[in-house]
């Protein structure tokens, strides 16, 4: 099988791949780690502990998880450019939200928008239009559209940062909502001007995952399955872990005799390493298969996070925070290409709104419970150390589970036994 080379595909597709890589990227405003920048002074406005603020957080990520089950399923009816455009705008709306709280319930408000939106939608629309309008090259488009993220992650903790330091926490939500609604929503539209329908001489893709004989599971089977829920613990184990701990970053600087301005410098390479595991996992999952590198996905972050519990060195901030971005790199291609692999694209939308729920769940879960921990005297680098050995123990699991997801589709028992199609 001819492959086309990267550049005449990125070129061929940029719109297209521009449209997903853009909202990946405007999704940082609903991301734990911009939010976090603004923790510390959100807690001392509205007097708050670790815990509490914590609390509030998981509150409202899971009111945007529960939220999400039905609302991602308006990706299988409705066009990109139009739900896309209107979660922009809601993302706006939450952003402002965010800049007018004056008590616990607004925050919340603001939170459970801002998780909804933002980290919910906005990504679950970017993932699950390039599951379907790709197939060959799921893994390359799934890659490129999440660039988005790192390259997030490696600006706006700095921007954050100093728009803090020149007009105030509450000036600086407004400035990112006007920035969504007059520069955002216009570039998104206009990308998606023209309508890109899968297999029609954009480029020609060989058949690949839909081959003839795909078998396309309806949501309700999925879940009956019990692949689905041995799948979960990979699932949700990096959205929990680099979550709450970007969420209390705050306090870890504090705790390691750091600045918040030396850990934001670290972000950069936290990015660069995302980046390089994104290009790396999209080029493996089109090589071998999303099933095959998912046990990969957690090891990385067992290491950053055992690295961090080490010690207060500046090095450790570094070395641990490339590879925790290796992980993060790697997560969303690979579970972008996994799903469409084991249960096919006709109501992708629906599935991967449950799993992106899941995601937002088990986020919810991690700011709250270390915040908890934290308050009960566990050190969050004790915390570090056991979650990091309980990553290896999920990439194990994985391993363990490749069989089981073979069984999924009768294309995948036949390339087991060394079958053609």
């Not at 609302?71 to 705008?89: E, F, K, N, P, S």
């Not at 709306?93 to 980290?119: D, E, K, N, P, W």
């Not at 990504?123 to 660039?147: E, K, L, P």
């Not at 298969?289 to 090095?315: E, K």
Request: with cysteine.
């Amino acid at each position: 099988m001819n492959r086309v080379p990267l550049a005449a595909f990125v070129i061929t597709n940029l719109r297209w791949l521009f449209a997903g890589f853009f909202l990946t990227f405007l999704s940082s405003f609903g991301q734990t780690y911009f939010i976090a920048m603004f923790g510390g002074e959100i807690r001392q406005t509205f007097g708050l502990s670790n815990g509490e603020f914590g609390t509030l957080y998981m509150i409202g990520t899971l009111a945007s998880a529960f939220t999400l089950i039905w609302l991602g399923q308006l990706a299988d009816v409705m066009r990109v450019r139009v739900l896309g455009g209107l979660t922009i705008a809601g993302l706006a709306v939450a952003c402002l939200t965010m800049s007018l709280t004056t008590g616990y319930f607004s925050l919340l408000l603001a939170i459970y928008l801002l998780r909804l939106t933002g980290q919910g939608m906005m990504s679950h629309v970017s993932v699950t239009a390039m599951g379907r309008w790709f197939d060959a090259y799921r893994g390359r488009a799934i890659a490129i559209s999440v660039f988005g993220y790192p390259i997030g992650e490696a600006i706006w903790p700095t921007v954050a940062v100093l728009l803090t330091g020149w007009y105030g926490w509450q000036t600086s939500w407004q400035i990112a909502a006007g920035a969504l609604l007059f520069v955002g929503l216009p570039l998104f539209v206009l990308a998606l001007q023209q309508r890109r329908i899968p297999g029609q001489s954009h480029i020609e893709e060989p058949p690949n995952v839909d081959a003839p004989g795909m078998v396309h599971w309806t949501r309700g089977r999925v879940i009956s399955n019990s692949l689905y829920w041995l799948l979960v613990p990979c699932v949700l184990t990096p959205a929990f872990v680099v979550t709450g701990l970007f969420f209390h970053q705050s306090y870890l600087v504090e705790i390691k005799g750091w600045t918040l301005a030396f850990w934001a410098a670290c972000y950069p390479l936290y990015a660069v390493a995302s980046v390089g595991a994104s290009v790396l996992s999209g080029w493996s999952v089109d090589r071998w298969s999303g099933r095959q590198t998912l046990p990969f996905v957690c090891l990385p972050l067992g290491v950053g996070l055992l690295i961090l519990a080490y010690g207060n060195a500046p090095w450790v901030a570094v070395i641990s925070m490339a590879f925790i971005g290796l992980s993060a790199g790697s997560t969303n291609t690979i579970f972008g290409s996994l799903w469409p692999e084991l249960y096919g694209t006709q109501h992708l939308g629906g599935i991967k709104a449950l799993t992106t729920a899941a995601m937002v769940f088990s986020s919810a879960l991690g700011p709250g419970l270390m915040g908890s921990l934290i308050d009960a005297g566990v050190s969050l680098e004790r915390q570090c150390f056991v979650i990091g050995l309980y990553c290896f123990a999920v990439g194990g699991l994985a391993w363990l589970l490749q069989d089981k997801m073979r069984e999924t589709q009768p294309i995948l028992m036949a390339e087991k036994f060394g079958e053609k199609n």
